[in-house]
């Protein structure tokens, strides 16, 4: 949503956001474990093949497609 920025949460390690700082984004630092969870399914095009991801964050998690 804002373009040369990232927020990261802090467990990443301060030398992961040194770097992405040297390198010119501008970075907010979250708490830990505090950016919400992920669920993701991909269709690759030529084989229909589906690919799916789920980042529990201490709760059930799971990613489906059909």
């Known amino acids: ?3 040369g920025s ?3 949460e802090s467990r990443i390690g301060e ?3 040194a770097e ?3 390198r010119g984004h501008a970075v907010t630092v979250a708490e830990p474990w ?14 229909g093949i589906l ?3 789920a980042n529990p964050r201490a709760m059930q ?3 489906v497609g059909r």
């Not at 505090?34 to 084989?47: F, I, K, M, T």
């Open 1 to 3: 949503m804002r373009p």
């Open 6 to 8: 990232v927020t990261v």
């Open 15 to 17: 030398p992961v956001i």
């Open 20 to 22: 992405l700082r040297r």
């Open 34 to 47: 505090s950016l919400g969870r992920l669920c993701a399914v991909a269709r690759d095009p030529e084989s």
């Open 51 to 53: 690919s799916a991801a």
């Open 61 to 63: 998690g799971c990613a």
